[in-house]
């Protein structure tokens, strides 16, 4: 799939845009604080309903205006779609071909994108949440079902919580005791299939990322993922099995949650380990080994998403092209190798492959106005 247009009202530091791209890579150059981000951004709120840089929606409309509007138009192998995504200060929505979608979960996955920028290299330095994060979000464009799954969870988990606070101070109560048991039961069935996805995603994920950072490192390393959910189970690959454990370690576990007034374990609290021959890259990695992980899952993303939905996702590079030496340069332009869209941010391009200039659109951006300059 590709992005032929983008049109922006009011988003960020455009009040106006609309602009055609190239179905290769395209090239965003331009000084600091001008809007090349703010293309790449928009790009992501069109394919996720979210913004990858601030979590609340309002930042992204201009402040004297009451909404913000990021249209794209995409071609995929077999039709053509164009997105619609409205963010005002009552809320959000998004159109498909023109129709509105009752819910996020229905939009989402209809532009795949797989973005790259300095930030993430807390995908393999930072906290668990991060990590978490990312596989939600790739999982989610994936599969809409798991998204309905994480959005029940969470509802679920929210009211588990506020009744274990209560409890901590009506512990005799019957029918609190009597509710938390329900909603248990229905944290767990939601729970486990999360975990289960999860197990599924970084197992398939590490596949491609062994073949590409083996490559990147040539041949001097072993990149592994392993998914850390907080309550061990003993075959993620088995949801029956995740259930049973899951409830035994709940019916063990429950006084002390009660006492605590918090939900303890569970998919909230869940991890993924990342290894580099045997070696915890989060903790003992130079930052070279650190950065070539990183890339190498996001660039695994490309190969997984094509092999779960027959589409090449769009790739977002954001100020981290000019940061490679050569070699990874390479490596990544063979990931490319003309299959998917590439958008590519930097101030310079001095330091950008030749062969990347040579097939790129290059657009010029200069307080919110661009210019094709090449």
């Known amino acids: 799939m590709y992005i032929r247009s983008l049109a922006l009202a009011s988003y960020r530091n455009y009040s106006q845009l609309s602009v055609s791209f190239d179905p290769g890579i395209n090239i965003l150059q331009g000084e600091n604080a001008q809007g090349k981000t703010n293309i790449l951004e928009a790009i992501f709120v069109a394919a996720l309903a979210k913004s990858h840089r601030v979590v609340k929606d309002k930042q992204l409309i201009q402040i004297d205006k009451t909404f913000a509007r990021v249209n794209v138009k995409v071609s995929k192998r077999t039709q053509d779609v164009e997105l619609d995504f409205i963010l005002s200060h009552k809320g959000k929505h998004g159109k498909i071909n023109g129709l509105q979608q009752r819910r996020l979960s229905e939009y989402v996955g ?103 950072h083996e490559k990147m490192s040539r041949k001097q390393e072993m990149l592994k993922l392993r998914y850390l959910p907080s309550v061990e189970v003993s075959d993620k690959e088995n949801l029956s099995k995740i259930k049973e454990e899951l409830y035994s370690a709940y019916k063990q576990k429950k006084m002390i949650e009660v006492k605590r007034g918090i939900t303890l374990f569970g998919p909230h609290r869940d991890d993924m380990a990342i290894s580099v021959n045997e070696m915890d890259v989060h903790t003992y990695g130079s930052q070279g080994q650190q950065r070539t992980a990183a890339l190498s899952i996001k660039l695994a993303e490309i190969d997984l998403i ?18 490679l030496d050569r070699h990874r340069q390479s490596q990544l332009l063979e990931t490319i190798d003309n299959r998917v869209q590439t958008f590519v941010t930097t101030t310079t391009t ?20 661009l210019e094709v300059t090449g």
């Open 110 to 212: 209809n532009l795949n994108v797989v973005m790259f920028a300095p930030e993430d290299l807390a995908l393999v330095k930072g906290s668990p949440q991060v990590r978490r994060r990312f596989i939600d979000m790739e999982l989610g464009q994936m599969s809409p079902i798991y998204l309905q799954h994480l959005t029940q969870y969470s509802q679920v988990l929210k009211q588990r919580n506020v009744l274990l606070k209560k409890l901590q101070v009506q512990t005799t109560s019957s029918s609190l005791m009597m509710m938390l048991d329900v909603l248990t039961e229905q944290l767990i069935i939601e729970a486990a299939v999360i975990m289960h996805k999860r197990a599924q995603f970084l197992q398939q994920l590490q596949q491609w990322a062994q073949v590409i």
């Open 306 to 323: 094509y092999a779960e939905t027959g589409e090449f996702p769009v790739l977002l590079l954001d100020d981290v092209l000019s940061e």
């Open 350 to 369: 001095n330091e950008l492959h030749q062969t990347v200039l040579e097939q790129a659109q290059t657009f010029y951006i200069n307080q919110g106005t």
